[in-house]
């Protein structure tokens, strides 16, 4: 072929376009159409619908919390197992409930209780607050221990840094960035069912002590009872999950201003709130087993704090499953003490009429942001005083327990008044099911007293 020939013949189309000024190339292109697609595709995964129900879930097993837990296996071994297939139930009734108030009426709990009961009732409020700081006193003490344990850095510098932590996160992060830090944290709680891969279960002996238990009336028993359902019927939670369906909400409308929505989004927090309550339920059921199948088989009957069985399990169990206890406890730590200062302030500043909302910036919610900060600090300062913050566990439990039965009752009434709620009322069987958590939740407040 001649030169002129050659000439002629326009030269081969590359097969993949390259990068040029012009513009993104077809393999770009291409890539960024994927990306989308895979985003829509997480998006649209039912795991992705998980929120407030998914963190309120997890915040119930807060070291507090996991005491109570570890206490229940290592004193009674197996014979506390059934509890928590009773309590799941009951817990994703009232916490749906609360769920969908907050939705339906694009208002917190609190709110809606200011609008229809006495102003006295809601400045009654306050006593949670109290019960709150206490309850985070315990927390972060569990968590500076659990720390010292781990790291050797004394338990006395942890604690701050993690109360500094948890609020400087809460008050200058935006609720919808600080969300997705809480909803990494949930995967915390794994490391409860990990632990039960390191030790020995007797699976058909946990299958027959949980469906057909032996029940025992004597008053170490009842006692344990009722401390369990108290752990995961906690009016602080009822709180937080109503708030966070109005922060999710963002400058969206209610269900009652834009009832085409009602079907979508009650579905979801639906399956929102009875898988979060679900994670949490069976975490509790993993806490109880573990700490029985060791600590109770190796002799010890007696837990104070959940640093004392994590640190318990080390000979028992090994390191690796000391390890997993113990990240356990600070990953749900850090979701636990949010929440319950969170919870306070939301009930407080609805009830006082102030600006409340983590999405606001600080100086715009001042009230809301106070109370958040009163109560962790004041927790805080409690760690360098005489008084022992587990043993100030007591007087929580004791305001919750008189707290709980009320609040659980307005709960119902607001779920089902249709002035309040519409259309949208709550259905019968989360009435059902909410009314026997008022019952277990009474007897519960009655023996806590009298203990």
Known sequence: MNDDA????????????????????????????????????????????????????VADDDPSGIATY?????????????????????????????????RVTGKGLAANIAEIYSPVFVRGLVLLLVANTLNIAADIAAMGETAELVTTIDRHIATPIFVF????????????????????LTASLLAYAAVLFTVHVPWGQVARETALPRLSLDSASATMVLALFGTTISPYLFFWQASEEVE???????????????????????????????????????????????????????IDTAAEAASALRPLAGSFAFALFACGILGVGLIGVPVLAG????ALAEAMGWHVGLERR????????????????????????????????????????VVAVPMLVVVIRLGSMPRVMGAFVTSRPIRVLSWLAVFVMAVAAVGTVAA
């Not at 030269?11 to 770009?28: C, K, N, Q, Y």
Request: a positive charge; proline letters at 6%; one cysteine or more.
């Open 6 to 57: 050659q000439a002629a013949v326009p030269p081969a189309r590359p097969l993949v376009a390259s990068a040029t000024e012009e513009g993104p190339t077809a393999v770009d292109i291409d890539d960024r159409t994927g990306r989308r697609g895979l985003i829509v595709r997480l998006k649209q995964h039912p795991l992705a619908r998980l929120g407030p129900g998914l963190i309120t879930g």
């Open 70 to 102: 570890s206490q229940a296996g290592a004193q009674f071994g197996l014979a506390m197992l059934w509890t928590m297939p009773l309590a799941y139930p009951l817990m994703s009734a009232v916490q749906a409930t609360c769920a969908r108030i907050g």
């Open 165 to 184: 932590a948890t609020l400087l996160l809460q008050v200058f992060i935006p609720y919808h960035r600080y969300v997705v830090f809480l909803k990494w």
């Open 248 to 302: 999710d909400l963002g400058t969206g409308q209610s269900i009652l201003t834009a009832p085409e929505t009602a079907r979508a989004e009650l579905g979801r927090i639906n399956w929102d709130t009875w898988s979060g309550m679900l994670y949490s339920d069976v975490t509790s059921l993993c806490i109880i087993l573990a700490t029985a199948v060791t600590l109770h088989v190796g002799g010890i009957t007696s």
């Open 343 to 346: 919870s306070a302030a939301y």
């Open 362 to 401: 600080a100086r715009d919610a001042r009230g809301f942001y106070g109370v958040i900060a009163v109560s962790v600090l004041a927790a805080l300062v409690l760690q360098y005083t005489p008084i022992n913050p587990m043993r100030a566990l007591f007087w929580s439990a004791v305001i919750n327990g």
